[in-house]
């Protein structure tokens, strides 16, 4: 009998749900870096074998929205709670459990398989992860509990073994052969807003989306176009920096990125354009596919 379910990743932000998801899935495939709200988007990343396949998703951290973009966030978190065959909450040793009860009290409602992940094991001792677990239990009563390290890859391989236990018996959902959902033009605007978060500070990388314009692909090569739009002019000038030394340290770390992507040389143009409503504007953000939940 062939074996199939979603498992849908939940949590607050920079709780390392991100690393999990690439860990699991065997490709870096969502945004993993030390900044919070990196992940804008639902992504998901299909593991398949000859007996099952499991569609793993990363979700937007669970956070109380400030803007529509970050309604658009929420929203495809609380999604992932109506298609899950499985849950995996993901917290770590630092957050504190009762951060965003309204969302664990939909959490605790689920009649689906829970498994409670607290991540970054690896930065605290064993007495505090034991309280952290007892704390967690009081919360989510039902909820099975597994401290892990994603970042190490520690408890990942007896967790994929826990996720196998519990998919249900069901066909393939994707064909074997598809390892995402997402189109390629979706993985160059992701690699390069992940340099953007990497090397830009404070308030820029949240009020920073890419665009591809352009994506020509050619048996050894890609000819792509990118437009970085932001919200004010004076942001338009911290990402091209002096001289345009800081988009093209950008761009070249991009094209680099892209090409171990892609397996291909890359021909990457990039342009900055400045778009003050992009964040609160639901036409904008549909353009940008946020809310295709």
Not at 64 to 86: G, R, T, V
Not at 126 to 140: F, I, N, S
Not at 256 to 271: D, G, H, P, V
Request: proline letters at 4%.
């Amino acid at each position: 009998m062939h074996k199939a379910g979603f498992v849908n990743i939940v949590g607050n932000p920079n709780v390392g749900k991100s690393t999990l998801m690439n860990q699991l899935v065997g490709e870096r495939i969502s945004i993993a870096t030390f900044k919070a709200q990196t992940t804008r988007h639902r992504i998901m990343g299909i593991v398949n074998t000859e007996e099952m396949q499991i569609v793993f998703s990363d979700t937007p951290g669970v956070l109380k929205p400030n803007y529509k973009l970050q309604e658009s966030m929420l929203a495809f978190s609380e999604s992932a709670l109506a298609d899950a065959d499985i849950l995996l909450y993901v917290t770590d040793v630092i957050e504190q459990p009762e951060k965003n009860k309204d969302f664990l009290d939909k959490v605790q409602k689920l009649d689906i398989p829970v498994l409670l992940l607290i991540n970054k094991i690896d930065q605290s001792d064993q007495a505090t992860v034991g309280k952290l677990v007892d704390r967690w239990h009081e919360l989510l009563p039902k909820a099975e509990i597994l401290p892990i390290s994603a970042k190490n890859k520690f408890g990942t391989e007896l967790l994929l073994r826990r996720i196998k236990d519990l998919l249900p018996d069901s066909p393939p959902y994707f064909g074997k052969d598809q390892w995402t959902d997402k189109p390629a033009r979706f993985f160059v605007s992701e690699i390069v807003r992940e340099k953007i978060l990497l090397y830009y500070d404070k308030e820029i990388p949240y009020s920073v989306e890419v665009r591809v314009e352009k994506f020509q692909e050619k048996p050894n090569s890609i000819h792509i176009c990118i437009v970085i739009y932001v919200e004010r002019e004076s942001q338009k000038g911290i990402i091209i920096g002096h001289q345009g030394y800081a988009l093209k340290k950008v761009s070249t770390e991009s094209r680099r990125a892209l090409e171990r992507f892609f397996n291909k040389s890359i021909f990457l143009e990039t342009f900055v354009k400045v778009d003050k409503d992009w964040r609160s504007s639901a036409k904008e953000l549909d353009s940008f596919g946020y809310n295709q939940v």
